[in-house]
T-cell receptor
Framework: KQEVTQIPAALSVPEGENLVLNCSFTDSAIYNLQWFRQDPGKGLTSLLLIQSSQREQTSGRLNASLDKSSGRSTLYIAASQPGDSATYLCAALDSSYKLIFGSGTRLLVRP | DGGITQSPKYLFRKEGQNVTLSCEQNLNHDAMYWYRQDPGQGLRLIYYSQIVNDFQKGDIAEGYSVSREKKESFPLTVTSAQKNPTAFYLC????????????FGPGTRLTVL
């Protein structure tokens, strides 16, 4: 059974710092991996989707990488801003076409 | 504006009542999903539908029911059989099956009084 883990559960950084959020999954047989942002009490906003055949995807200050063999994905945020404060969730699409979510990393960027 | 709408935003239910959460999308997506989110946790799949008049159980379907009579609509009923229904409920849709990017609605927070 696929399990997705995100470490750390919470992270606090000063504004301007570059940071990396980690996501690991137990079964490498995934179709894709998706990163989401969730603001308090809100729905999820899709940030990046990496297909299993890809190594990374970039959007603005965000870069997500995927290493299926090691069961890891990272989300790199460059030059962090207070507006980046939110919970970041990763989700792996498993072999039965179901999205399996991690429990998220709560990010606080201090001004 | 294309997107997914959920209503109501907040819902209060007395024990023993059934309640229905609405989910509508105008993205022309074939697939729709319902997830449940508990505090500090990720999302868990309740039900999903890849085409009109067809749906499948997810990982936590007990105590819930759905229908898919129209492509645009995928309502979720939380029945009295659901023992712990207080949670945040999120609806999503995608172009085809789950291989494609999923887009989410704003959510409904259900509280049992």
């Amino acid at each position: 059974k696929q399990e997705v883990t995100q470490i750390p559960a919470a992270l606090s950084v000063p504004e301007g710092e570059n940071l990396v959020l980690n996501c690991s999954f137990t079964d490498s047989a995934i179709y894709n991996l998706q990163w989401f942002r969730q603001d308090p009490g809100k729905g999820l906003t899709s940030l990046l989707l990496i297909q299993s055949s890809q190594r990374e995807q970039t959007s603005g200050r965000l870069n997500a990488s995927l290493d299926k063999s090691s069961g890891r994905s990272t989300l790199y945020i460059a030059a962090s801003q207070p507006g980046d404060s939110a919970t970041y969730l990763c989700a792996a699409l498993d072999s039965s076409y179901k999205l399996i979510f991690g429990s998220g990393t709560r990010l606080l960027v201090r001004p | 504006d294309g997107g997914i709408t959920q209503s109501p935003k907040y819902l209060f239910r007395k024990e023993g009542q059934n309640v229905t959460l609405s989910c509508e999308q105008n993205l022309n997506h074939d697939a729709m999903y319902w997830y449940r989110q508990d505090p500090g946790q990720g999302l868990r799949l309740i039900y999903y539908s890849q085409i009109v008049n067809d749906f499948q159980k997810g990982d936590i379907a007990e105590g819930y029911s759905v229908s898919r009579e129209k492509k645009e609509s995928f309502p979720l009923t939380v029945t009295s059989a659901q023992k712990n229904p207080t949670a945040f409920y999120l609806c999503a849709s995608s172009i085809g099956d789950g291989y494609n990017e999923q887009f989410f609605g704003p959510g409904t927070r259900l509280t049992v009084l």
